[in-house]
């Protein structure tokens, strides 16, 4: 097991790793003092959940009142009695709520938008991230400062040099982050300038999950140099899948061995798919009606869904009185029996797409992996734990679950991403690049067939429409330090229509690395920023072409993906001497192509 570097700080410092889950949420944090080695602490006392001392977990659930303030949030909206209180004013209850950000093309023959539960109405999705993290910043408030000495000086000396290590889905991307860190500057937990959001920063479930595995020892007997593992988060909404290669165990230098996968196939798609079965066998009982359906799948998924290890046996669920009788329906005495093979078709789906891509990551990678872990709410299920290590055993592969599975791996890791960071390489999951207008080739056959396509460039030459220049190619593996760069111009008959620069970079998201047009799959291709550059003061010469006088302005586009947040810049020349703007990307708000 590694030990923490000592903080390399010049001042003290609080680092706060959030992990806002599916269904339950947990945080980290760690104290830097400068040549201390620092100490990672969970957050493990929440209000509205005293009476479970040491949980670091919390249910991502919230209540809205009718004007849109939230009434209450986490374990305080699971409290008794509080479905009352919610009867008697109104409020809205709100679950799930981070699907709502997900990317449209992630599995989206798994889930769609409508399937979700609604958000309250005039909340967006970010919104309501916001709230939630308002209060998780508040829980963390309230805990640092009774469970430390001095705690309120220590934390009024700190709130305003907090680092915040926010956790996503591997699925999750550029535009997925932008609408994060926007929450936590609405949030309050960050101003709105440069300074304040340089202090969120990202990073995977599946990385972070790693960096806990790590820390906390459970790799010890797989770390060797060359030597590979995997890491399948299995939280409640989606399944993270990540495998890693230990170049080097001293120093620890880790790369990814292949690109991450996400699956929406988290615990609660095994609710989604009890609620249909449910509500298909009940259609003709009287007791299918929405308020015994809703008691049912409460019980099922927090009783019958954690217990289920064994589809030989046969399940219950209770609710309502022992009065409650169908025999139709195998309703007795208040209890709806469920067999193991109805249980076992609620787990199958989700069961079999993990070892797929946990198969597929094994065939990827360079260095194959013998041993698999698994962490996150879900591996807490006997039945997944079971049904997985039965079937990876007998591919070759062993699986591991630490116990402390259930909780805080991943808020952990976030915090020790900041600390320390083990990940030096990570493989491009999409293929990055511009469109453009390529020189028109007459002895090329696609070029020919895009005759119909084709305008003349003002120096004269023929054009054609819809290239795609890749600058970053999938499955490429990119270290931190490292930026990769491709050349372009863009040309006007008014200089100064070229003062400012704007080019947008776009994703392909197709089994290959180099497409060469965008015409081809267009579904495939989609933008993902927009980078801008000020030109104004380059001096430009006219140039001559067939219809008279035109400018020109050379530029580079800059990725830098090597870190978990892509980066972009446009580069060029000014004076003779190379200049370059700010490493910005302005994210497209997309979210409305979601619905």
């Not at 939230?70 to 009867?87: F, I, R, Y």
């Not at 926010?166 to 550029?174: I, R, T």
Request: proline fraction near 5%; charge should be negative; charged fraction near 25%.
């Amino acid at each position: 097991m590694p030990a923490l570097h000592p903080y390399g700080g010049s001042v003290r410092k609080l680092v706060l790793g959030i992990d806002v889950g599916t269904t339950y949420s947990g945080i980290a944090y760690a104290i830097l003092d400068p040549g201390e080695v620092p100490v990672i602490h969970g957050v493990t006392r929440f209000p509205g959940q005293e009476n479970a001392a040491g949980d670091s977990k919390i249910p991502s659930i919230l209540y809205y009142k009718p004007d849109g303030s939230v009434a209450c949030a986490g374990a305080e909206a699971a409290l008794p009695g509080t479905d009352l209180e919610v009867e008697d004013n109104d409020y809205r209850f709100v679950e799930w709520f981070k699907l709502h950000l997900r990317p449209e093309h992630l599995d989206a023959g798994e889930i769609k938008r409508r399937d979700l539960p609604l958000l309250p109405p005039g909340k967006t999705v970010v919104d309501v991230f916001a709230d939630f993290l308002t209060y998780l910043f508040r829980c963390s408030k309230r805990y640092i400062c009774e469970t430390h000495a001095n705690g309120d000086s220590l934390w009024s000396s700190l709130e305003d040099r907090i680092e915040f290590v926010l956790s996503h889905p591997n699925g999750w991307e550029g535009a997925q982050q932008g609408k994060m860190r926007q929450a936590a500057v609405m949030a309050g937990l960050v101003p709105q300038t440069p300074v304040g959001q340089a202090r969120v920063h990202f990073i995977t479930e599946g990385e972070a999950s790693l960096n806990f595995c790590v820390q906390s020892g459970l790799t010890d007997e797989t770390m060797r140099d060359g030597q590979s593992v995997a890491i399948v988060d299995a939280g409640g909404g989606t399944v993270d899948i990540s495998s890693y290669s230990f170049v080097s165990v001293s120093p620890l230098v880790v790369e990814e061995a292949t690109s991450a996968d996400c699956l929406l196939q988290g615990s609660t798609r095994v609710n989604v798919r009890a609620e249909a079965h449910i509500r298909k066998i009940l259609k003709e009982s009287k007791f299918g009606n929405d308020d015994d359906i809703k008691s049912m799948l409460d019980y099922f998924d927090k009783a019958t869904k954690p217990v289920f290890k064994d589809d030989g046996e046969s399940s219950y669920i209770k609710f309502g009185s022992m009065g409650c009788n169908d025999p139709s329906v195998k309703i007795r005495r208040g209890q709806l029996l469920l067999t193991g093979a109805e249980m076992l078709s609620f787990f199958q789906p989700s069961i079999d797409a993990i070892v797929t891509a946990v198969v597929k990551q094994r065939e990827e990678a360079a260095k194959k992996f013998k041993t698999v872990f698994l962490v996150g709410g879900f591996a807490a299920s006997p039945f997944l734990y079971s049904a997985l290590r039965s079937k990876l055993e007998t591919l070759g592969l062993s699986l591991c679950r630490p116990d402390s599975h259930t909780s805080k791996a991943v808020a952990n890791g976030a915090v020790c991403f900041f600390l320390q960071r083990f990940v030096a390489a990570r493989v491009m999951k999409v293929t990055y690049g511009v469109e453009i207008n390529a020189w028109f080739k007459p002895k090329d056959a696609e070029h020919v067939a895009r005759i119909a396509n084709t305008f003349v460039h003002p120096s004269g030459h023929t054009m054609v429409r819809n290239g795609f220049s890749p600058i970053l190619g999938k499955g490429k593996s990119v270290r931190e330090t490292d930026e990769v760069s491709q050349p372009y111009h863009v040309w006007s008959d008014d200089s100064r229509a070229l003062d400012r620069i704007a080019c947008d970079i776009t994703c392909y998201r197709g089994p290959g690395a180099s497409p060469r047009w965008t015409d081809v799959d267009p579904e495939l291709f989609t933008m993902l920023c927009t980078v801008h550059a000020d030109t104004s003061r380059v001096t430009r010469k006219p140039k001559q072409g067939p219809k008279g006088t035109y400018y020109e302005q050379c530029y580079d586009v800059i990725l830098l993906c090597g870190l978990t947040e892509l980066q972009a810049q446009i580069r060029w020349i000014e004076n003779f001497i190379n200049c370059s703007g700010p490493a910005k990307i302005v994210y497209d708000d997309d979210l409305h192509a979601f619905q």
